[in-house]
């Protein structure tokens, strides 16, 4: 098959040293490949409305059946009958690792790498530097973030003037937080840090290539762009190549992943399973299905991460057409709740599931949003709560955690210094069991408070988060407007899966008529009272007012008549529409750049009309 690659305007003859020559023939020896994506991409929507039209829940595989898209039968895998990776020596402790993008929105070159720099100078094991739900797409952010690591892992002498100043700076911070300085040898610490990277998933489409005429995976771009940059001075300095794997639903998806590595590295002449990967189990269908996406990924799969909001989302998602299926307020949704808990405890019998080969795998555990910013007696009372849960984790089997800001490394990395374990690979504990309770637990929804207040959370955040992103700031601190101006309580750092399944919640409530557990005298609403389209309508009026009348600090005043307006149609025809859109993030996409609401307006009603009538998503750029 001959591949035809489009690329826009300008981003060939500005990037020449990210779209190398050898990157662009490594694009086209993996471009057949994208075939196998959409067709993907259409079952996954397929199988979605079948379920949702049939009331039919996720299922277990049959134990006989083989993985779609590999010939291992689904008994092998989880037997452990495969070959794992083996594990390399800079993954072996991955106590803390950060998360964040390598630039910053309309950022010039020196500007974006403080971003690289902050990473490899924090204390953290290992960075997923973000290629997805941290990362802004506006302009060329994406290319901008390959640039940026590029040059950081090359020690380009720019990078090593910005670092040397970022350490510094994180130096005077430390100094004032610990009373102490946390770099002693910047150039040292530099060395310190695992180099991991967020591939976009398989449901995006990259934003500045195409392939004849029809937009092209963001994964195969990411992908290569990363690995083909970076694998000769990462594998010289004796450092993996290591991939997080986003928004995978099943095996079959695993599967078109480990496509993906083994047909990059037969193009780079690099050894099967040099190409290591960490999956983020985020989508509930992932956990029936553990052992398969291990075995599907195998010589390269070294661990999963439990991350929170996604995987809530995804339940949301699954059971959408359930109208006993509701949510409560989405701070009562800790990973100790019914089915989080349920999803935590079976990851963690999956990593401890040897191979044939006695291998086991690594369970990140989850984000730690908090940014130890705000007043004495909130920060004091927001570490306390990090430094639990991060407690908890390891007790619970974890070998370490991720932190969405710099600063919270050495307040959490300390937990498992005092354990003293490298990792807890091959722990003890029950074997996975597939049975109708097993099923039936990560769905389990337990009693607990649905609110106003935390309408309004949802609600708040939401917009927020939609008009950061239209904005270019794909990871944003945010708090209810309610706190505003309240340092008593810290800002979060929230990316795209904090919108995702606030507006899910919020269609789940409006559309299974959810009613509430506490009175507020303020609307009217009495315990038993519905949350009905009037009150939703009413919500988002307060709630965006209260944006709009914010300082710049919370909501930039230049976003008020220009992106926050769109955020809030994006937000009213998500919520109100009667078939929901599977991902939040398509209308973001879709008008990232647009200025005008009436254009805006004009794209979110012809995706969902064309979702509505064939289950179609536009994914590609329209501004091409």
Known sequence: MTTILEFRDGVLADYPDVFTPEVLRALEALAPLDRRRHERMAARTALRKRRAEKGERIAFLDPAAL?????????????????????PPDLQRQWIQGTGPATKPRSDLRAGLRNVAYALLSGADGWMFDGEDALGQVDTMSLDNHRNLKLAIARDPVFLEVAEDVAGEMNRWADGFFGRPIIADWRKQLDFTTVLYRCRGLHLDDRHIRLQGVGFSASIADLVLFVVNNAARLQAAGRSIALYLPKTQTAEDAALWNALLLALEAHLDLPVGTLKAYVL????????????????????????????????????DALA?????????????????????????????A??????????????????????VGSEAG??????????????????????????????????????????QANQMGRAFPPLTYGPEDAAGLMRLEPAPRTIGGARDLLSV??????????????????????FGNDDVLYLMEDMATGEIRLSILWEWLHKGATFTEADPATGTAVGDAFTAALFARLVEEEYAKLRKARNKDVHDDSKDTTLPIARAIVQTYVQSDTKAPWYV??????????????AERRIARFLETFRKDGTRITENLDF
């Open 67 to 87: 993985i779609p898209g590999t010939q291992i039968r689904v008994a092998d895998a989880r037997a452990g009958n495969f070959d794992g990776a083996v594990l």
């Open 281 to 316: 189990v985020e989508q509930i269908e992932q956990c029936f299905q553990l052992m398969e996406i291990r075995a599907a990924l195998s010589p390269h799969f070294v661990g999963f991460n439990t991350g929170r909001w996604d995987y809530i989302n995804s339940v949301s």
């Open 321 to 349: 057409w359930d109208p006993a299926f509701v949510n409560p307020n989405i701070s009562s949704i800790t990973m100790t709740y019914g089915y989080m808990r349920t999803y935590e405890d079976r990851v963690r019998r």
């Open 351 to 372: 990593v401890n599931t040897p191979d044939r080969n006695g291998r086991f795998a690594l369970w990140q555990g989850g984000m730690e949003p908090n940014i130890p």
């Open 379 to 420: 920060v004091a009372a927001s570490m306390q709560r990090a430094v639990a849960g991060a407690e908890r984790e390891q007790r619970e089997g974890a070998s370490g955690k991720w932190v969405a800001h710099w600063k919270m490394v050495h307040i959490v990395r300390p937990v498992w210094e005092r354990a003293g």
């Open 462 to 483: 939401a917009l927020q988060y939609g008009n950061a992103f239209l904005r270019g700031f794909q990871a944003a601190a945010l708090k209810p407007a309610d706190f």
């Open 586 to 599: 398509d209308l973001l996409n879709l008008n990232l750049g647009v200025a005008d609401l009436a254009e």
